[in-house]
């Protein structure tokens, strides 16, 4: 009788993973190409009024190549906008990755997008600056930091860092 119960569990689980999905999304997908939609749950953070979108950021392309000793080098292929932004003081949100121990960062990376696993570091080099400050800003991973500060265009020396924000300070 055992037997017989799990035997039933089992294809009604077969039944179940097998059975047609009317009416979804992922059905219309497949009869569209089979290819269901991905929703990224991972977004930028969003554009504060009056500053500079991560999307635009994003547009710098890049060009990489090994070193002699294995390693990707990475140098910034910056777009007209984003150049026409060099050294102006700019606005833009993201997450704080701080660099030291400490209650205040006055020099950190801004993340454009939420931090992820702390194993798996997934911002690519035009998803991320470099914030340099004379004012501390409070350390919280957590919270969506506003910040302006002067553009600098960085990563011709293969750094793998392409943008940095001098002067910084909150909103």
Wanted: glycine letters at 10%; proline letters at 8%; one cysteine or more.
């Amino acid at each position: 009788m055992k037997m017989v119960g799990q035997m039933i569990k089992i294809s009604f689980a077969a039944l179940i993973c097998t059975a047609p999905l009317s009416g979804t999304a992922t059905q219309a997908a497949m009869q569209d190409g089979g290819k269901a939609p991905i929703e990224d749950i991972w977004k930028p953070a969003a554009t504060p009024k009056g500053g500079v979108s991560w999307k635009t950021l994003e547009a710098t392309g890049e060009k990489t190549r090994k070193d002699k000793q294995g390693y990707i080098r990475s140098k910034p292929i910056f777009t007209p906008r984003v150049k026409e932004l060099a050294g102006k003081r700019i606005k833009v949100a993201g997450w704080m990755m701080p660099l030291q121990n400490s209650a205040t960062q006055k020099n950190f990376v801004l993340l454009a997008y939420p931090p992820g696993c702390p194993f798996h570091f997934h911002a690519a080099p035009n998803q991320f600056i470099e914030i340099y400050s004379d004012v501390g800003f409070p350390t919280n991973e957590q919270k969506m930091h506003v910040i302006s500060g002067v553009l600098e265009l960085t990563g011709q020396d293969e750094s793998g860092i392409f943008y940095r924000l001098r002067k910084a300070r909150p909103g």
